[in-house]
């Protein structure tokens, strides 16, 4: 494992946000081949339909990003520090809608999040541009391995674990009828 100095951790920290995620998240949805008996010759960055635009300030362990797929959009909060991934999934409510009816809808999300290294959590919050907006939020902790900044493979696994929870999430929104768009935090 190479020793990294502070200022290499915080530009692959910053890569890895503003970058390299956002790239992923890109395939959120994408446009699938026709069934076939060999494999499609489209790439999957040229399959790509969702929108994604991010606000990050240089030197800040975290991104929020918003993910415009599916004909709708879901804010969320990435924060990478280091060994330890957070990840926030702000969904906008209205009474009688809170945490406790929300995440049962979830259960099966969760589960598999889970199985992947997972920690996942629901609370009642506001939005932080309009404090009379009510949310949900669903917050997913993760453990990285001491090395996941100078590991290629490791990072490949959480980017695509993140894409895959993310486009579940989103999808599982969208067969519950659960509205995720919320207006722009700006």
């Known amino acids: 494992m190479t020793r990294l100095t502070v200022d290499e951790a915080q530009a692959r920290v910053f890569r890895f946000l503003t970058q390299d995620m956002v790239e992923e998240l890109r395939a959120v949805e994408y446009e699938t081949p026709p069934l076939s008996d060999t494999p499609s010759p489209v790439p999957l960055a040229e399959l790509r339909r969702a929108a994604v635009e991010f606000s990050h300030a240089p030197g800040a362990p975290d991104c929020i990003y ?18 330890r991934f ?58 990285l391995p001491e090395d996941f900044l100078d590991d290629p493979l ?20 969208r067969r519950m009828g659960i509205r995720l768009s919320a207006p722009d935090p700006t």
């Open 66 to 83: 918003r993910i415009r797929a599916f004909g709708d959009s879901l804010l969320m909060r990435l924060q990478l520090n280091v060994r």
């Open 86 to 143: 957070v990840v926030l999934y702000q969904v906008p409510v209205k009474d009688p809608i809170d945490s406790n009816t929300i995440a049962p809808h979830f259960e099966r999300w969760a589960i598999g999040a889970g199985h992947a290294g997972w920690t996942i959590g629901w609370r009642d919050g506001a939005d932080p541009w309009a404090p009379e907006r009510r949310t949900v939020e669903t917050y997913c902790y993760a453990m």
């Open 154 to 173: 490791g990072q490949l696994y959480w980017r695509t674990d993140l894409l895959q929870m993310t486009r579940a999430f989103m999808l599982e929104s």
